[in-house]
């Protein structure tokens, strides 16, 4: 007979630091969805092109896809929480920066991009260093349960920022939502300062910059498991999720909602986000990830095929929320066969590599979509670029499912 105690859903919120990191990011994360929208609906009023909101995640993308290597080695040799503190401080600063400049009427489009830029340099040092913490605040057999919860931070965000933005942009301003979203830092500060008794460091022999990353580049591209996941995850951000920055044209000029009409959309995307990290935590007993995965990601693509072809703001929405339980889901689940793949000793290389892909990658397809919408006609082509992207992404995750179709994620061999 088994007297074991069921593990409770939410189970690495059980975990004191794991659980400040947690708290403090969903806050700072409205903040940082808030800033989103207000950037994105700005540079769309000062130049009307969708080349210009392709030109504004490039902007974004280049130090997403430069960088987080660096921050990978660098991650892996200092002190992580320290390492966040002064990120977070840094990007707090920015979104203080952009509100006074916008306040003062100074704002034009070549700050936003600079301000982007500074932006996503050090996120590629933050987020590295975030994703490696992680496994050092809950046991291995809880990482799956805290991957899940942790990209709900981001996700579930989505689905308040939006929404608060797309009420509060008109009546306020640009520069009010970048102020909120500087005073919204303040909440991972607090909860970094708060950590207890946290292995902050690999603990791996110190060699020179050179040759850390050299490791870390090495044993990625030797393990096939890994390899696989990160073309994988490639593919979904530069095909699949990159229609995101072409969303502002979709509620202005395809169903003509407006502002308000951008900000539902978002919303919709954060709330099924929301609904796929936290419907994936609640559940006690996975099987068969690698299938499962695949199931995710195909949907994932249908949804965004259909998108791109709706006649309807709320039927968009609808589809956009499915998008967000599906990309949502897939993605842990790729984060978190990384994970357990990667020693602690490489995991800020390795887990900087996935965030190019989670983050660099879908900034860069979005100047591809931008791009590809301008040639298709400007801003009516902008759902036949959505279209092309989804379809793109779909024959990929097809291409690549027989390789994962058999792959369990295995906690109890977590290196």
């Known amino acids: 007979m088994n007297t074991s105690a069921p593990i409770p859903r939410f189970v690495a919120l059980k975990h004191r630091n794991f659980s400040l990191l947690w ?64 990120t977070q401080t840094g990007q707090m600063l920015i979104a203080f920066i952009l509100a006074a400049l916008t306040w003062t009427h100074l704002i034009n489009v070549w700050y936003i ?59 306020l301003g640009a520069g009010t939502l970048f102020f909120i979203n500087g005073v919204s830092f303040l909440a991972v500060l607090i909860a970094l300062l708060a950590m207890r008794d946290v292995r902050t460091q690999s603990g791996g022999a110190q060699a020179s910059l ?23 995850s490639a593919v979904a951000a530069v095909f699949g999720r990159s229609y995101q920055n072409l969303l502002s044209i979709f509620g202005r000029d395809i169903w003509h909602a407006g502002p308000t009409g951008y900000g539902l959309l978002l919303s919709a995307a954060g709330g099924g986000a929301l609904v796929g990290a936290f419907g994936l935590a609640s559940i006690r007993k996975l099987r068969r990830h690698g299938a499962l995965m695949i199931g995710i990601g195909l949907l994932f693509c249908l949804s965004i095929i259909l998108f ?42 390795i887990m900087s590599l996935y965030t190019i892909t989670l983050i660099g990658l879908p900034s860069l397809g979005a100047l591809a979509s931008g791009a590809v919408a301008q040639a298709l006609g400007g801003i009516p082509g902008a759902p036949r670029a959505v279209l092309i992207g989804g379809i793109l992404a779909g024959l990929f995750v097809i291409v690549l499912a027989p390789f994962f179709w058999k792959r369990e994620i295995d906690t109890a061999n977590r290196r």
Not at 43 to 57: F, I, K
Not at 322 to 335: D, W
Request: aromatic share 6%.
């Open 113 to 171: 991009l600079a301000g982007s830029f500074i932006g996503g340099s050090l996120l590629a040092f933050d987020n590295p260093a975030r994703q490696a913490l992680v496994p050092d605040l809950v046991p291995g057999d809880h990482l799956l349960n805290a991957m899940s919860l942790n990209a709900a931070t981001y996700n579930g965000a989505a689905l308040v920022g939006p929404a608060l933005a797309g009420v509060l942009l008109q009546p």
């Open 308 to 349: 791109a072809i709706s006649p309807t703001l709320v039927l968009g929405c609808l589809l956009l929320f499915i998008a967000g339980v599906t990309s949502t889901a897939f993605g842990t689940i790729i984060a978190t066969f990384i994970q357990v793949e990667s020693p602690n000793e490489l995991r800020g290389r």
């Open 210 to 232: 050179h040759r850390s990353a050299l490791k870390g580049l090495g044993y990625a591209w030797r393990n096939r498991l890994i390899l696989a996941l990160l073309c994988l």
């Open 23 to 86: 708290s403090g990011l969903i806050v700072s994360n409205v903040g940082t969805w808030m800033q989103n929208v207000a950037q994105n609906w700005l540079v769309l009023q000062l130049t009307n092109s969708p080349l210009w909101l392709g030109m504004l995640g490039l902007s974004f993308a280049i130090p997403m896809v430069v960088l987080p290597f660096v921050g990978g080695v660098v991650v892996d040799r200092i002190n992580r929480v320290r390492l966040l503190v002064v």
